[in-house]
């Protein structure tokens, strides 16, 4: 066989085998399709830009940060919501916690727990806040719809296979209390929120399907 010619087939031959590879790298991805993605840039912490530099320092006694949520909390045990404490900020006229997880199989974060109004002198959450739109303790404090379509705290309940997902637990202290119905979505929330933000911080807790 001519030089020529054997050069010609083993230039073809390197192609094709480069393609192989190619098409196996485009591939393997397909198995992680089912695993969480996680998006923090579309939380409600980064549509919401605080008047100050200041941050609120958001923790559980229950959980450390990025620590796995107990079952307890999940909507597989107790469904309770976690205890939680902050550090208090000045001027603060009332504070607002919307719970998200971005990892859940949907083009927006799920929304796990909204609740506004609570007073500026209030420091902590104890824990299993009830379940109802309008709170006596904290006074005055409103908790909207999660999107379970159920008032107040509905907590980790990933799919089956799903992997870990990341629940954050974002703080918001307000200029004053929000004049909104306990039907109000995250949506009408975040749009009363805009302007009126003090300060803000967070508290990521993990669980995964037991």
């Given at each position: 066989?001519?030089?020529?010619?054997?050069?010609?087939?083993?230039?073809?031959?390197?192609?094709?085998?480069?393609?192989?590879?190619?098409?196996?790298?485009?591939?393997?991805?397909?198995?992680?399709?089912?695993?969480?993605?996680h998006?923090?840039?579309?939380?409600?912490?980064?549509?919401?830009?605080?008047?100050?530099?200041?941050?609120?320092?958001?923790?559980?006694?229950?959980?450390p940060?990025?620590?796995?949520?107990?079952?307890?909390?999940?909507?597989?045990?107790?469904?309770?919501s976690?205890?939680?404490?902050?550090?208090?900020?000045?001027?603060?006229?009332?504070?607002?916690?919307?719970?998200?997880?971005?990892?859940?199989?949907?083009?927006?974060?799920?929304?796990?727990?909204?609740?506004?109004?609570i007073?500026?002198?209030?420091?902590?959450?104890?824990?299993?806040?009830?379940?109802?739109?309008?709170?006596?303790?904290?006074?005055?404090?409103?908790?909207?719809?999660?999107?379970?379509?159920?008032?107040?705290?509905?907590?980790?309940?990933?799919?089956?296979?799903?992997?870990?997902?990341?629940?954050?637990?974002?703080?918001?202290?307000?200029?004053?209390?929000?004049?909104?119905?306990?039907?109000?979505?995250?949506?009408?929330?975040?749009n009363?929120?805009?302007?009126?933000?003090?300060?803000?911080?967070?508290?990521?807790?993990?669980?995964?399907?037991?």
């Amino acid at each position: 066989m001519p030089k020529r010619a054997v050069v010609v087939l083993l230039l073809a031959a390197l192609a094709a085998s480069a393609c192989g590879r190619a098409e196996t790298s485009k591939e393997t991805p397909v198995a992680d399709q089912h695993k969480p993605q996680h998006s923090p840039e579309a939380l409600t912490l980064g549509r919401i830009q605080p008047r100050t530099g200041a941050g609120i320092e958001l923790s559980s006694e229950a959980f450390p940060d990025e620590g796995v949520i107990d079952l307890r909390h999940s909507a597989y045990g107790d469904n309770l919501s976690p205890p939680l404490r902050w550090t208090p900020v000045e001027g603060a006229g009332a504070y607002a916690i919307v719970l998200e997880d971005p990892d859940a199989p949907m083009e927006k974060p799920f929304v796990h727990w909204m609740i506004w109004n609570i007073p500026g002198d209030v420091t902590s959450l104890p824990e299993g806040v009830p379940n109802n739109a309008q709170l006596v303790s904290p006074q005055g404090a409103v908790q909207g719809k999660n999107n379970n379509d159920s008032s107040g705290y509905f907590g980790p309940r990933p799919p089956q296979g799903h992997g870990v997902h990341h629940y954050h637990f974002q703080i918001f202290a307000l200029d004053g209390p929000l004049t909104l119905h306990a039907d109000a979505d995250l949506r009408v929330l975040t749009n009363a929120m805009q302007g009126r933000v003090i300060a803000d911080g967070e508290l990521v807790g993990t669980y995964e399907e037991p």
